[in-house]
């Protein structure tokens, strides 16, 4: 089955690449490997999740707010992949910065949103490495950020 079959399976629509938001690139390829930048918790619409998780969020809204990040992900993979995401071979590694109130200690249970969903749109090559980090802010005021690491064909 291809990837755009199992999306739409999953009921799953890409937005579009989201552009940066500064100085940078919204990915770079090197050889084989496409790394994204960070890509934060915002919808279609352009509407960003905001708040601290264990504060202003609870742990569900955080779920949603990685599960967003992967979205954007998804689409500056296909970007980077000419619109084709079959050339995915493997998902390398994902970092997870959620911003959370001091207290909070389910970092990973959030970052598990976006964990799944790759795991569940590519099967065994969605499984990845990962880092799950408390940080005090992220830009714009967004609950998560993700940066990832794929490897192409």
Request: with cysteine; net charge positive; aromatic share 4%.
């Amino acid at each position: 089955m291809s990837i755009e079959d199992q999306l739409k399976k999953l009921k799953i629509k890409l937005p579009n690449a989201p552009a940066p938001v500064g100085s940078y690139a919204a990915f770079k390829k090197v050889n084989n490997l496409v790394f994204i930048s960070g890509q934060i918790s915002i919808d279609e619409g352009g509407k960003i999740l905001k708040g601290k998780v264990g504060k202003d969020l609870k742990l569900e809204d955080g779920i949603k707010g990685a599960q967003l990040c992967c979205l954007n992900i998804l689409a500056q993979l296909k970007k980077a992949c000419n619109e084709d995401l079959n050339k995915v071979k493997n998902c390398i590694q994902i970092a997870g910065y959620i911003n959370s109130s001091s207290d909070f200690i389910d970092q990973a249970k959030v970052l598990n949103g976006a964990s799944e969903l790759l795991t569940n749109i590519f099967g065994e090559i969605g499984i990845h490495s990962r880092a799950a980090l408390s940080v005090n802010s992220l830009p714009l005021g967004a609950a998560v950020e993700i940066v990832s690491i794929f490897e192409i064909n």
